[in-house]
């Protein structure tokens, strides 16, 4: 059985290869950069990993010298070393990158999780099945900038660039374990590091969501975009039933950083049918940002 099913949305808006080069003076052998980290999320978040790093995650860096936060296509201090999380820091994978000689220190941008292909202007797709953890983590792109210092252990701030979907069927009498839910969204974006920019692009793809029976909710993570007024885009499977969502009331608004919060009222029964079922959502922040930390 398809039903369509009508949104009413209140949305409000929460606020590879190592390469260290002299660049004017010799690295000091001995001093190898390691980062201590942080990431601030909201309390509602999916598992552990959406507050930290776990062992064995793998991010990108780049240094910069006498740049002021530019990066280069290539021929940066260092280009794309790769960083893992383990004992609680980030230590490099093989070569880490050494402060140079002098007192001017680095400049740093960080990019989880870790690519070969990663750079200043970068593609990202997050999965479309994203109902395993894995699946969900590695569509998570964090972005971290430190300016220049001379510490060997600086702290890496990261931030959540995409966005959030959260949905939660809200009823006592129901389980939401039993609900599988899709989102029919954009699924790549075009990344400028430098400019702290993500812009949605391409087609639309159907993202399997993860549910979390701690917080008894299902999670997605999206690129930031826009959901057009009567454009169906949220999908679920219940009890044998096929439903499809659209809002009606205003354009739906994902912005990076941001979580944007579902709860679904209960569908009632009527004669082995489901009615309509009304939403109600906001948006409302994935984590604190300090400003000051990021360029």
Known sequence: MKQTIYILLSTILIAGISCSKDDGGEPIQGKGVTFSK?????????????????????????????????????NNY????RYVYRMGSFVAQNNPIYLPSGNNGLEYYAIFPYSS?????????????????????????????????????????????????CIKVDSKDVRNKDFVFYLNVKTQVNVDVESDTY??????????????????CHYAIIPPQTISKND??????YNGGEFNCEPFTMDDIFTQGSQYYIPIAPPEVDGGSYRRVV???QIRPWEDVDVTSVK
Do not use: C, W
Not at 78 to 81: C, I
Not at 148 to 162: D, R
Not at 232 to 237: A, L, M, R
């Open 279 to 281: 939403f109600d959502g």
């Open 232 to 237: 169906i885009y949220i999908f679920f499977d």
């Open 78 to 81: 260092a280009d794309n070393v």
């Open 117 to 165: 292909r990663a750079g200043n202007n970068m593609s990202f797709s997050v999965l479309t099945d994203q109902s395993t953890s894995n699946g969900y983590k590695l569509s998570d792109l964090r972005t971290a900038y430190i300016s220049q210092t001379n510490s060997t252990t600086p702290n890496l701030y990261f931030y959540h660039s995409l966005s959030q979907v």
């Open 38 to 74: 942080q990431l601030k999320s909201f309390g509602n978040s999916y598992k552990n990993f959406d507050k930290d790093f776990e062992l064995g995650d793998e991010i990108s860096v780049f240094a910069l010298k006498n740049q002021n936060g530019q990066i280069y296509d290539v």
């Open 199 to 216: 812009k949605a692009t391409g087609h639309s793809n159907l993202v399997k969501m993860i549910y979390d029976s701690n917080t008894d």
